[in-house]
């Protein structure tokens, strides 16, 4: 079983994980401004066949994750990278994106504070992967001597992104929804999340 097999009631039962419906962002989200470059990416992404979420990761989602790399130089970005942690516990698969707090790195290095899941129709088929995700993350670090406790994660089908967070024994699923239309936002969502990571 991989990360794409798991369940909530699967994650209960092997790892003790709940979940929760919150709304995660409470706080002030400073926004900021998209570049003209990422402005262009997007209208020329969204005007290509966008079929399969290959085509949806290549022309609407790395653009916005890669404007957030050139932001913050001191993270490094992992994209389709086998991620197997634990065959026995089937932690095993390659996430779409995991974020790593450390700059110029060829392979992941703790702290990974952050998984992006992409998914072809509605974001909600992808929560239990991307948690199940986060938890093999969260074990990374500490198997690395980081034990970097809270992971974040968003299942995004490129228009509409919904963030997560794993805290203890909790998946907290946003209950608010941020969309492609909305960049400023947006970004300005997955900077706190990276703010928080360099704390």
Not at 50 to 64: C, F, G, N, Q, W
Request: aromatic share 12%; glycine share 4%; net charge negative.
């Amino acid at each position: 079983m991989a990360y794409s097999d798991f369940t909530f009631a699967k994650l209960k039962a092997k790892f003790g994980i709940d979940q929760k419906s919150v709304h995660l962002f409470r706080q002030t989200i400073v926004e900021f401004v998209p570049t003209s470059h990422l402005l262009d990416e997007i209208a020329d992404g969204i005007e290509s066949p966008l079929y399969s979420e290959k085509a949806k990761s290549e022309a609407l989602i790395y653009p916005v994750i890669r404007e957030l790399k050139k932001r913050n130089k001191d993270i490094s970005v992992f994209s389709g990278y086998t991620f197997n942690i634990d065959n026995q516990s089937d932690l095993t698969g390659a996430p779409d994106f995991m974020i790593s707090a450390k700059p110029n790195i060829v392979e992941p290095q703790c702290p990974i504070f952050c998984m992006v899941e992409s998914k072809n129709k509605a974001p909600d088929e992808g929560f239990a992967q991307c948690a199940a995700e986060m938890y093999a993350a969260r074990l990374f670090n500490q198997q690395m001597g980081d034990p970097y406790e809270t992971i974040y994660g968003a299942v995004t089908n490129a228009f509409d992104w919904v963030f997560l967070k794993l805290e203890g024994n909790t998946v907290y699923v946003d209950i608010d929804r941020y969309y492609l239309n909305q960049l400023p936002k947006l970004l300005g969502i997955l900077q706190y999340i990276i703010d928080v990571a360099k704390k």
